[in-house]
Structure formats: C-alpha cells, structure tokens
C-alpha cells in the first residue's frame, strides 16, 4: 500500500537504525520527546525503541488531547447533561475518561443520554432529527480537529439550529511546549514534532523553539521509517551544533500549514487568557474559546457552569508522566489498581494516552518474556 508499505520496509528500518547507532555520540546521553501521543503509540507498537542505542531515551509529551483535560472540565459538562432535555455528544476516546462521579458511560448507565458520535457533523444531525431537545457536542483536541468543530458551528450558524451547542475544550500545542521547556526539572534535547497539528498549522509555528532555546524540531509522520529518520535528522543537527525546524513529513505537512482550515478556526474561536491542564497547571493563552459571534451555539454561555477545580487522585502520576518527568511503569498505580480495563488517570484510557501505549505493549511484553524465562 503506497504510503505504508514502503515505510515499514524492514531493510529500510535497518538502515536507519545503523544509521542512528553511527551518528549518536557514546559518550553522550540524549533526551528526545516525542510530542504526539501518536508518536508514542507507534514507538511502542513497533518496537522501536529496541532499535535505538541505550543512550537515547525517548520520553513522551503532553499530546494527548484527552490526556491533558482536568477532571473539573469533564464535570462540567456532564453537569449540563443533568438536564433529561439534552443528550450529551462525545468522540469514543473521551467515554472512560473518570470525572469526579465517574465517567461519561458511567453516567450513560445511570440514565443520562449520552451518545458516540465519530464526527462532529453526527452531532448536528442529531439536533436536526430532534427538535424538540438540545444536543451537545463536548469538543475535545489539538489544532487537529478544532477546525472540524469551526465548520461545524459555521453550519449551525448558517442553518440557525437552536437545539444545538458546543462545549469547547480545544488545546494549543505551542504553549504545552513552552511550559515543558519552562520547567525547571526537565532537560530536552530535541523534539520529534507532531504530525496531525502540523498538518494544520504547519512547521513556522516552532521556529521559536529552534531559535530561542536552542533545540532541534523534526516534524515526523508515523510509520516506523518517519520516526527513525526523523531521530537521524535530530542527531544530524546536534551534530553539527545546529538548532532548527525541519519538516520529514513533507509528504502530508505543508510548511505554512492549512490556510482554510486556520481560517475557519481564526473566524470561530479566540484564545483563552489561561485554561487549567491536567498536571500542568494553569497555561496562558492554551485553549480555545468560541467567539461571542457564536455565543447562541456555545454550551458554556448558553448553561450555568460549575467551573469548578477538582484535583486528580493523589496517588496517581499523572501530571509527572506527562511533563515526561516519569515513566508510565514508575506511577504508583500503574498495572496494577489503574489498568485499560479500570483506569483512574486519562493516560490509561486514551488511545493515545502514554500509559495505555506502555500497558498494551512493553507491559505486556515484559509478562511474556517473563513467563518464558528470557530475559526483560
């Protein structure tokens, strides 16, 4: 299959982990985050970090969108479908996600409507065959599929639908990577940067990153060839004292991103002063807030709103596995009260979420060698 195949072509692979053990520095350690939860599903998945020299480590970001979202924004919009008059709208990743009083399906057993959808256009579809109740969509993501949620309300808008209304919780990638390079406890020295947000607002946005803090950005694609090239073209630039933004992923990513996508999202959404991350705290300008010009079709200023701030259970590492401060095997918690099947942190349930890329393959690969006898 063209744009697959010929990325996991095992001779191809074996190049470029030669390739990666010549050019890293033995006497060196480094310290690579990869910035999409993506990234770290494919790692693991193809074992790439067993390709790897000992002394590159591979340590995961903040971008799992349902990841970084606080228990209090999932109770907010659960505290709005109280109402038996509005049915609740959610993509699948978000239905296990544990708020104060349980997770979305959780409520759904209980009694409240609350429904998968796959697109935000299944939401709309849903307020137009029922009239006589209202629907919310409970909007989750990076730039990646704010511009969906735009479009969606730009069709509201346009149809003047009544019974319809959007919970934004869209995040920005641009200040979760400054405040990582903030943090006082963390050393990066290069970033395999995301994909799927580069394929809307392109590669300048990093270029700060390159040349203000002096570190490496390679915007990668998925498939195991993307990452180890990607790795190749970070140790190239450390190599040779360079610090810049580069973009392998040219076949997909444009350099200046998606025009009609920023604009959709520049007429629909403004910027948040600040919007509270789940173990990151407070980050100004992180989040996206629909436009008063919207105000009739947002869910936050057509309902009352707790707003209240609910604090992750203690025993879980949540925040410090994803400021990469922790490995998701070194919580407390992980593997054994918090699992796929029973998470309490968002990590475990995301399909991006680094705890459940860990659980699903180096867990488990680790218990397999273990029962043989071979060594882990």
């Given at each position: 299959m063209?744009?697959?195949?010929?990325?996991r072509?095992?001779?191809?692979i074996g190049?470029?982990?030669?390739?990666?053990?010549?050019?890293?520095?033995?006497?060196?350690?480094?310290?690579?985050?990869?910035?999409?939860?993506?990234?770290?599903?494919?790692?693991?998945?193809f074992?790439?970090?067993?390709?790897?020299p000992?002394?590159?480590?591979?340590?995961?970001?903040?971008?799992?969108?349902?990841?970084?979202?606080?228990?209090?924004?999932?109770?907010?919009?659960?505290?709005?479908a109280?109402?038996?008059?509005?049915i609740?709208?959610?993509?699948?990743?978000?239905?296990?996600?544990?708020?104060t009083?349980?997770s979305p399906?959780?409520h759904?057993?209980?009694?409240?409507?609350?429904?998968?959808?796959y697109?935000?256009?299944?939401?709309?579809?849903l307020?137009?065959?029922?009239?006589?109740?209202?629907?919310?969509?409970?909007?989750?993501?990076?730039?990646?599929?704010?511009?969906s949620?735009?479009l969606?309300?730009?069709?509201?808008?346009?149809?003047?639908?009544?019974?319809?209304?959007v919970?934004s919780?869209?995040?920005?990638?641009?200040p979760?990577?400054?405040?990582?390079?903030d943090?006082?406890?963390?050393?990066?020295?290069?970033?395999?940067?995301?994909?799927?947000?580069s394929?809307?607002?392109?590669?300048?946005?990093?270029?700060?990153?390159?040349?203000?803090?002096g570190?490496?950005i390679?915007?990668?694609?998925?498939?195991?060839?993307?990452?180890?090239?990607s790795?190749?073209?970070?140790?190239?630039?450390?190599n040779?004292?360079?610090?810049?933004?580069?973009?392998?992923?040219?076949?997909?990513?444009?350099w200046?991103?998606?025009?009609?996508?920023?604009?959709?999202?520049?007429?629909v959404?403004e910027?948040?002063?600040?919007?509270e991350?789940?173990?990151?705290g407070?980050?100004?300008?992180?989040?996206?807030?629909?436009?008063?010009?919207?105000?009739?079709?947002?869910?936050?200023?057509?309902?009352?709103?707790?707003?209240?701030r609910?604090?992750?259970?203690?025993?879980?590492?949540?925040?410090?596995v994803?400021?990469?401060?922790?490995k998701?095997?070194?919580?407390?918690?992980?593997?054994?009260?918090?699992?796929?099947e029973?998470p309490?942190?968002?990590?475990?349930?995301?399909?991006?979420?680094?705890?459940?890329?860990y659980?699903?393959?180096?867990?488990?690969?680790?218990?397999?060698?273990t029962?043989?006898?071979?060594?882990?």
């Amino acid at each position: 299959m063209k744009f697959v195949d010929e990325f996991r072509e095992p001779g191809v692979i074996g190049k470029a982990s030669a390739e990666i053990r010549r050019l890293a520095d033995p006497a060196r350690h480094y310290r690579f985050m990869e910035v999409c939860g993506g990234h770290t599903h494919a790692i693991y998945r193809f074992g790439l970090k067993d390709l790897l020299p000992s002394n590159i480590e591979l340590v995961h970001g903040p971008g799992c969108p349902v990841c970084v979202l606080p228990m209090g924004r999932i109770d907010d919009g659960l505290s709005i479908a109280q109402d038996p008059n509005v049915i609740f709208t959610a993509f699948g990743d978000m239905m296990r996600v544990p708020g104060t009083h349980g997770s979305p399906l959780e409520h759904k057993a209980r009694g409240m409507d609350v429904r998968i959808i796959y697109s935000p256009t299944d939401a709309l579809k849903l307020a137009q065959k029922n009239p006589g109740r209202h629907v919310m969509f409970f909007a989750i993501g990076f730039e990646t599929t704010a511009p969906s949620t735009a479009l969606i309300l730009m069709r509201a808008k346009e149809l003047g639908l009544p019974n319809f209304s959007v919970f934004s919780n869209h995040v920005t990638i641009i200040p979760a990577i400054r405040a990582i390079l903030d943090s006082p406890d963390m050393r990066i020295d290069a970033f395999i940067g995301p994909g799927h947000v580069s394929t809307v607002i392109g590669c300048r946005p990093y270029e700060w990153i390159a040349k203000n803090e002096g570190k490496p950005i390679v915007v990668s694609g998925f498939e195991p060839v993307d990452v180890l090239q990607s790795i190749v073209m970070l140790l190239q630039q450390l190599n040779a004292g360079e610090a810049k933004v580069e973009n392998q992923y040219k076949r997909v990513v444009p350099w200046e991103g998606s025009r009609p996508a920023l604009r959709a999202m520049a007429d629909v959404f403004e910027l948040r002063p600040y919007f509270e991350w789940r173990g990151m705290g407070f980050i100004s300008q992180s989040a996206l807030k629909i436009r008063d010009t919207y105000a009739q079709w947002d869910a936050e200023q057509r309902f009352q709103v707790p707003g209240v701030r609910v604090t992750d259970p203690k025993a879980a590492q949540c925040g410090e596995v994803l400021k990469g401060v922790l490995k998701p095997a070194q919580c407390k918690l992980f593997g054994t009260e918090c699992t796929p099947e029973r998470p309490v942190g968002a990590l475990m349930v995301s399909s991006e979420g680094s705890c459940a890329a860990y659980f699903s393959y180096e867990h488990r690969k680790a218990a397999v060698l273990t029962s043989i006898g071979a060594p882990v």
